[in-house]
Structure formats: structure tokens, C-alpha cells
């Protein structure tokens, strides 16, 4: 790619580009390399409705977002096992993996998860924080009946319900500022609800657990983007 | 089908493989260990028809002190033998002398003399596999039933709604959560009411706040609930009217009596909320020095709205406080119940000039005292003597003087004849 290319791809100069008049353009694009053309005229004919500098605002405020969804997830968790006995609560608890229906556990393993596309990441997040919010508050339900005097977990997983419909939010504004396919709606079955109380106790493990696992993949991936665009 | 990966394998399914299984209708079940090359979960997995192993009963009820022998049994696909199984309950392994082998793949275990419920979400008993995999569990709720609540107090807020309070029975420990809910009904009338909104004034406590008939008793109670049983209080029956309680008197304002060092003269208003409803207030106020926490009340206030506190430390600061009792609402013979104290109203009386004040030198106050007196001795001679006219206060004076001057010099000419 030679320099003239190069600075026209750039971020600033599109957006100049955008504004200097169709005979202008023409010119600039003489210059370009075939694939650099292409490139070129496909970031400058999107007519996304946020500019770049609003783009690079909301990835800025969604990264901030899942530093708070970290925190809470954790907290929520510790708050979880307290209420349930041992052997949740111990340190060393091995559960029993189960499927969460409706909600993938982050089956990529970590440097799968890195070599990914920010589509393909984003995609994944949106698939997962589509469904967190229904499953969180299925689990406080049912913490209703199994531990009804413990409001500050209650609380907890309100709040969780609510971050993960926010996150969920801004990833589809993000999503759509920067075209990218979003994951289909999730289908409206949960499941039924646990049959027994241990079960009950399980399910919400798994979900507080997955909420935290995926925290923790969504904070690294709007790291990465946020460095891809930035303010 | 069923794949079995031994614990320690460090591959990854492939990610198809993982997603045509997500496909296919059987449950999967993964055992969770940690792992660097899978990041942190799916290492070995298992598939199965349905759950590895199911204890019987699930859920049980227990009274304290009771017995009970749960049963595992795992799924025959497992492979797992009943003698490879073993028993935790909240975490602590039970002790395999418990055990009994029922078949090939049923394992039960005896409970005896249960404690009371440790967490309220029930006791952990959970079936594992030799290798402390998690298999199945069940929630064990032991406990006891309630006692019936009592010492049920209630009071309304200026006739406008009823908070009541109770006491669970004995120190209410049931190990099991309890559920307590507050009726009420009018005692010719027949239709239960359940008071909806708990906990406004304590952990035992429920307020209603409308729709209340007055002049016609209600009957109150509470009932008691658990997974054990139901307890009922006694019904205790009243009339709004009699336990009337009102805002604490308005605008107290505490203040000096002239210069007086031993009163403060302390004022206030009715409760402006029973100011329509034909009643006496009575008064009571409370007070006390700032840095003692020692009350003194004054009882017999009557319903004036004024009252003088006597008997008071000059040069003090007080704190003062006054409470209402709406007694005889609408010309009923019973006191209400008392409102709440004011907030703490301040004042100090005043400190008084005379100050029993330093030390003056016996001398000097002998001198003051002897002086006084000769004055009045010179001031009769004039009087009554015809001789000594000459007598008079400024002699004495100058004698003093020349007592002073003459002390000086002989302590000089003591000096110097040394």
C-alpha cells in the first residue's frame, strides 16, 4: 500500500474524502491499489447514521460498561454460593457442567476467542447478553422461594438482569453503526422450571458462573476494539 | 452414544463437533476441570439419555431429631458401580459405615438424629462419584414447626391506619423460613382481610394502612407458617379509637423567663392532624442538663400548651422534649396511646452576675470590714459627741498612710544598721 493509500484509509481521511466533492474523489481513487479501492469505497459509501468519532464514544462507554459487569458478576457470584451451603460456597466446588438451555457457555477457548473478527466477537457477545437477562431473572425467582430473606442477592441479580439488557443495547448500536450482522433473537423457551430445589440451586450456579465467564470475554473483546477505535 | 475422555485430557473437541452434539437432543453433561489448553471449561464429557444419578427424597421435610435413608442411584449408562459412590452432606463426607449397597447401581445412606437446617435454601445432601464428581443431589429442610406467635401491640396513626407488631413464638428459631401473615376483620362482619405490607416497624410488623371502620371493633391475629405446620395466635380485638397515637407537638420553642436562673419557660402546639377531631390533649415534657442522660419528667402538663420548668442549675444548657396522649377522642373516657418525643429542643438559663469571686487577702477584707466600721463609729461620734470634731474617716485614712511610709523606713534603717 503506498502512502497516498494509506492516509486515504485512514479514519480522518474519509471523512475529509466524504467532503472535498465526487471529482475529488475520482482522483484520489486513481491512485489506489484494486483491493484498497474496494476498501476504500465501501467504508466511504456506508452511510452509517454515527460518525466515527460517535462510534469510537459508544465503544468507549460499552468497554466502561462490562469494566462494571466484571465487578458486579463477581460480586454476584460470591453473594450466590453464600446462600446455597456448601459445597457451593467452597472454594474448591466442582459442579457438574451442564447445558444452560438457551445460552452457550464461552466454548471458544481463549486464543480462538483472540484470532477472532470483531464481528464474529460481537456476534458471539450479542448471541449471550440476549438471553442473560431472562435467564438472571429466572434465577431470582427462584431464589424467591429457596432463600426469600436474602434481599441483597436479590437485589444482585435485579441489577445483573438489568446491566446485561444494557449491554445487549449498546452492542447492537455498535453493531449496527459498524454494519455488522447481528445474532438471530433467541427463542423464547427457557425450559421449564427445575424440578427440585437442588437442581433449582445448580441451574443458578451455572447461570451467576456463565454471566461472570462471559463478562470477563466481553470486557477483553471491547478492549481489543476500543484500541482499534479510538478516540 | 457415549464418549468418556479420562480426566487429564489436554485436547479441545473440535468446535463442529461441539456444535452438531449442541444439535442432537442429548443432554450433555461435561465434567468441568481446568484446563490450559481448553481455557477454563469442557475438558472430558460425557452424554447421556438423562441425569447420572437420581437420590430419593427429593426435597424432604424433616423435624428435628428425625432419621433418613436417601438412595442414589446412578444411571446404568455411568458404568459407575454403587460401591464407587459416595455420600457429603453440606460438604462433610458421610462416614461409609453408613452405607448400605442396595443393588449394583443403588448406594443408601442413614441420617440419624438430624440438626436443624443449616442455611434456609436446605441442607446439601449430595451423591458423588469416586472421584468427587457431583452426580445428583437433594435439599434436606429440617427443622421444626412454628410456635404460636403473641404479645400482639398495635396502634394508629391519627385514626388513619393500623400498624400492628407481634412476637414470634418462643425466640422464633424454626431452622425453616417462616411466613408470617397478619389478619383482620370486623367482628360482626364475617370477611377475613391480610395485611400486605410486612416489616414497617420490625421484623414482626404489618401495616394497613386504610379502609378502616371506626367505632366498631376488629379482630386481629396472626398466623405462623412453615413447611412443617401452621400456628395461630390468640385474636386480640380492639377498637381503632383506643389506641389512637398522633404526631409529637409542633413548634416547640424553649426560652429564658427574664432574668430568672432557675426557669425556662418552654411552648409548643397541638398536633395539627387532630385539630378536627373533638379530643383533650394531655402533655407530658421531658428534659435534661446537656451532659447527663438522666431524663426528668414532668407528668401533670394537663392539656395547656405551655409550661414553666423550675428548680433549675443557673448557666446551664437543657435539652427539652414533649410528647401528646390524644386522650378522650371523641369523648371516649380512654387515653390514646403517647406520640413519639419531639426532637430535642435547647436552652440554657442565665448565669448570674454575683460571682463568689477571687480570693481577696484576709487582710484586705478584715481592713474593708474595720474601715466600714469606723466610719459609722466617727459618723456617731459627730452626732452625738460634742468634743473630737474633728474626728472623721480621712484622720483614719491618713493614719494609715503614715503607718505604711513609717513600716518602710524602718525596714530601711533595719538594712542599713546591719
Known sequence: MNFLSRWLLSPGARSKARGSGPELNKLFVYFLSPVDRANLLSSTSSSSSLSQQEVATKIKQTHRLTVLLKHCSEQLLAEYVRHQGEPFSSPDFQPPAMAVPGLPSPSVPPEAWLALSDGKRLWHLAAAYATLPGLLGSVRRQQAELNPLASELHRQLEAAARQCLGLAGNLEGIMGALELPGPPPPSSSLGGPPTSAFLAKLTGYHVCRLHRDWAMRSHEALGLLRTKYPL | ?418
Open chain 2, 1 to 418: 452414544m457415549l464418549l468418556l475422555d479420562a480426566p487429564g485430557n489436554t485436547e479441545c473437541p473440535a468446535q463442529d463437533i461441539c456444535d452438531s452434539r449442541a444439535l442432537s437432543s442429548i443432554t450433555r453433561y461435561m465434567a468441568n476441570t481446568d484446563n490450559p489448553g481448553c481455557g477454563s471449561t469442557v475438558l472430558s464429557w460425557v452424554s447421556l439419555t438423562g441425569n447420572p444419578a437420581v437420590i430419593s427424597p427429593q426435597d424432604p421435610t424433616l423435624v428435628i431429631g428425625s432419621s433418613l435413608t436417601a438412595t442414589c442411584s446412578v444411571n446404568s449408562d455411568l458404568h459407575l458401580k454403587a460401591e464407587d459412590l459416595y455420600w457429603t452432606l453440606n460438604g462433610r463426607r458421610l462416614p461409609p459405615e453408613s452405607y448400605k449397597v442396595l443393588n449394583g447401581t443403588t448406594l443408601s445412606v442413614a441420617l440419624a438424629n438430624l440438626n436443624g437446617s443449616r442455611q434456609q435454601s436446605g441442607d446439601n445432601l449430595v451423591c458423588h462419584s469416586r472421584d468427587g464428581s457431583i452426580l445428583a443431589g437433594s435439599c434436606l429442610y429440617v427443622g421444626l414447626p412454628p410456635e404460636k406467635p403473641g404479645n400482639i401491640t398495635c396502634w394508629s396513626k391519627n385514626m388513619k391506619d393500623l400498624t400492628c407488631q407481634w412476637a414470634p413464638g418462643t425466640d422464633g428459631e424454626t431452622y425453616l423460613h417462616t411466613n408470617y401473615t397478619l389478619k383482620y376483620k370486623l367482628r360482626w362482619y364475617g370477611r377475613d382481610n391480610t395485611c400486605q405490607e410486612y416489616r414497617t416497624a420490625g421484623q414482626y410488623s404489618c401495616h394497613i394502612p386504610k379502609d378502616l371502620a371506626l367505632f366498631t371493633p376488629y379482630e386481629i391475629w396472626v398466623e405462623a407458617s412453615n413447611r412443617l405446620g401452621v400456628a395461630v395466635s390468640e385474636v386480640v380485638m380492639l377498637d381503632i379509637l383506643d389506641v389512637v397515637t398522633t404526631d409529637p407537638p409542633a413548634d416547640v420553642t424553649v426560652s429564658r423567663v427574664g432574668d430568672l436562673e432557675d426557669q425556662l419557660s418552654v411552648r409548643w402546639s397541638s398536633p395539627p392532624a387532630l385539630k378536627d377531631f373533638l379530643f383533650q390533649a394531655k402533655y407530658q415534657i421531658q428534659y435534661r442538663v446537656e451532659d447527663s442522660s438522666e431524663w426528668k419528667v414532668v407528668d401533670d402538663v394537663g392539656n395547656q400548651t405551655s409550661c414553666r420548668l423550675a428548680g433549675l442549675r443557673p448557666g446551664t444548657v437543657y435539652f427539652v422534649q414533649v410528647r401528646c396522649n390524644p386522650f378522650g377522642i371523641y369523648g371516649s373516657k380512654k387515653a390514646g396511646i403517647w406520640s413519639d418525643w419531639s426532637n430535642p429542643t435547647a436552652a440554657s438559663t442565665p448565669r448570674s452576675d454575683r460571682v463568689p469571686g477571687v480570693c481577696d487577702p484576709k487582710s484586705g477584707e478584715q481592713n474593708t470590714t474595720l474601715r466600714r466600721e469606723l466610719k459609722q463609729f466617727f459618723g456617731w461620734v459627730k452626732k452625738h459627741a460634742y468634743g473630737c470634731s474633728n474626728l472623721s474617716i480621712k484622720l483614719y485614712d491618713q493614719w494609715r498612710v503614715w503607718l505604711q511610709k513609717s513600716h518602710k523606713t524602718r525596714n530601711q534603717v533595719g538594712a542599713t544598721r546591719r
